[in-house]
């Protein structure tokens, strides 16, 4: 007779995950009163200590004239100060937590009202591009902005190749979903994986690009490698970040922060400093690093010469 | 050394050096230009926190003083009461002067007409924005303890009427977590940690009151003992 003898831990007996941080959290914030009895250090980590520097994997880049002259944040703060909840929802967590990740090999599924569907290897989706150094002011939804150097080239150049049809009036993306390689998803912070848009006329846009590189050089994980889209006229959160299926949708589509709170967060997202965030001003920004909310956002941060055309006829405090 | 004199020669100094580390450590890093991109996110959170531990101590110290039996623990809670002030302060007076003023671009010279400006601005921040409501009434209870805290003032007030003053201390804790919950985006689970810990303390106050209630239904020996212990539950 075959006796099974039971495992040394029951599975009961194991601390499904998200009880586990959330201990850890408790922990922490206990950890932290008691620190302050004891009057211990701060446990903050340095932001120094975790700066990677550039890495040398340089890309063939031609300047753009779409590029602003404004003067580009440096590496360590684009590198290290990072809105990417894949990999922790504090901005210091990316840098970190992205470190080990890898994104080779990658591909793109393309699906939807297009003619062209199937799945791209990165290296297909790069044939043929040449790309572009392109220097964007990036306005965060939370007030602070950047300048940042990207490389990249028009995400029109896929959208064509992918042959959309006359049905495709959005395009929907999605970044990957794989909570082993991006521990942030292993807590419900959203609903994953995260899913942005835009509208046709908005993707075919020469300023909306999608990003491979930074400063010259391959993207860092934490800045959505391989493979991202910048939109610069919108909030960050609609640069959607390593992005793994791109689908021609008829119908807007619920991205991931309207979803998590549509009374915050819209569709279209676009930079304006005469709609408030429900719980902050978006009339002034810090343009980092600096302390304070000095500098005047301007509507569709600055690029409203090249884009507000394609929002005529529309209620502009519809278009947050 | 007497007893009394080590807790006021040596322990209360070296609490109150200590509660000063986690300012001078952020002065340092913000001297050093060591905060990384967004030095105001770095200091406006820590000082939050900051404001917060220092609150979940002071709750802390009845409890811990009933359990320990270490009485002497209440001759620290006025100053670590008062430290949460000054964190919660410092946090607020970064938000009136880097946010703020800043975003009316630092008008010189500072006029009556920019002191009202700004006025206008914070209360119109106070009003429009409910996590801001609920910061700043945590901020304004702390304000009034803190004001009322001087011996001269239990004195003049009476103990009753102080204590029953200063249990507002439970709702400028409870305003603290609210703020902190209502101003994270999409992650809550730092806000619930802290929401836990506060909870945890109050709940320690319903339990001891409840007790003391029933005690005051039981008659001779048993009620004695409690009320007697427990008249400083505050």
């Known amino acids: 007779m075959l006796i099974k003898r039971p495992a040394d831990i029951p599975s009961s007996e194991i601390t499904d995950e998200m009880v586990y941080l959330s201990r850890r959290r408790f922990i922490q914030a206990v950890a932290g009163t008691a620190l302050a009895t004891a009057g211990a250090l701060v446990s903050e980590t340095d932001v120094h200590a975790q700066q990677p520097a550039p890495h040398g994997r340089k890309l063939a880049t031609r300047p753009s004239p779409l590029s602003t002259t404004e003067a580009p944040n440096s590496w360590s703060h684009i590198t290290t100060y990072n809105n990417f909840y894949e990999f922790g929802t504090s901005l210091h967590e990316p840098a970190a937590n992205a470190r080990d990740f890898k994104p080779e090999p990658w591909t793109i599924t393309v699906e939807g009202e297009c003619a062209r569907k199937g799945t791209l290897n990165l290296e297909d989706v790069l044939k043929g591009e040449t790309l572009e150094d392109r220097i964007y002011r990036h306005r965060c939804v939370e007030g602070w902005s950047m300048v940042i150097p990207w490389v990249g080239f028009p995400l029109s150049r896929l959208v064509k190749k992918c042959e959309p049809t006359s049905r495709a009036n959005f395009v929907t993306m999605t970044t990957l979903y794989d909570p082993m390689r991006m521990p942030g998803q292993r807590a419900p912070v959203l609903a994953w994986p995260y899913v942005e848009g835009l509208r046709m006329d908005e993707a075919m846009h020469p300023l909306t690009i999608l990003a491979v590189g930074l400063y010259g050089e391959v993207l860092p994980n934490q800045n959505g490698a391989p493979l991202r889209l910048v939109v610069p006229w919108k909030y960050g959160f609609k640069s959607i970040k390593s992005i793994v299926k791109i689908a021609f949708v008829d119908k807007e589509p619920i991205n991931s922060w309207k979803r998590a709170a549509s009374n915050e967060y819209g569709f279209y997202a676009n930079v304006n400093p005469a709609v408030d965030h429900p719980r902050w001003s978006q009339a002034t920004e810090r343009r980092l690093p600096s302390l304070f909310k000095t500098m005047k956002t301007l509507p569709f941060n600055g690029y409203g010469d090249q884009v507000a055309g394609l929002y005529v006829g529309m209620d502009p405090k519809k278009l947050y | ?234």
Request: net charge positive; aromatic share 12%; charged share 15%.
């Open chain 2, 1 to 234: 050394m007497t007893r009394n004199q080590t807790i006021r020669c040596v322990l209360k100094p070296i609490v109150f050096l200590a509660a000063l580390v986690p300012a001078l450590l952020l002065g340092r890093r913000l001297v050093t230009g060591s905060l990384g991109a967004d030095p105001l996110a770095e200091i406006t959170n820590g000082t939050g926190l900051w404001a917060l531990r220092f609150l979940a101590v002071t709750l802390a110290i009845t409890p811990l003083r009933r359990l320990s039996g270490w009485n002497d623990l209440i001759r620290f809670r006025r100053m670590i009461g008062l430290f949460a002030f000054f964190y919660s302060s410092l946090h607020l007076g970064v938000f009136v002067i880097a946010d703020r003023f800043a975003s009316l671009g630092f008008p010189t010279p500072v006029s009556w007409e920019t002191i009202r400006e700004l006025a206008a601005s914070i209360a119109t921040e106070v009003y429009k924005r409910p996590y801001i409501a609920v910061g700043f009434t945590s901020w304004s209870i702390m304000f009034a303890l803190a004001l009322t805290s001087t011996t001269g003032m239990i004195r003049r007030l009476g103990g009753r009427r102080w204590q029953a003053l200063h249990r507002l201390v439970y709702v400028g804790a409870m305003a603290g977590v609210v703020h902190y919950w209502w101003s994270v985006k999409a992650d809550v689970r730092d806000p619930r940690a802290y929401a836990v810990v506060v909870t945890g303390l109050l709940a320690f106050r319903i339990v001891v009151w409840t007790h003391k209630h029933a005690a005051s239904h039981t008659p001779a020996l048993g009620r004695r003992a409690i009320t007697t212990e427990s008249r400083d539950a505050g």
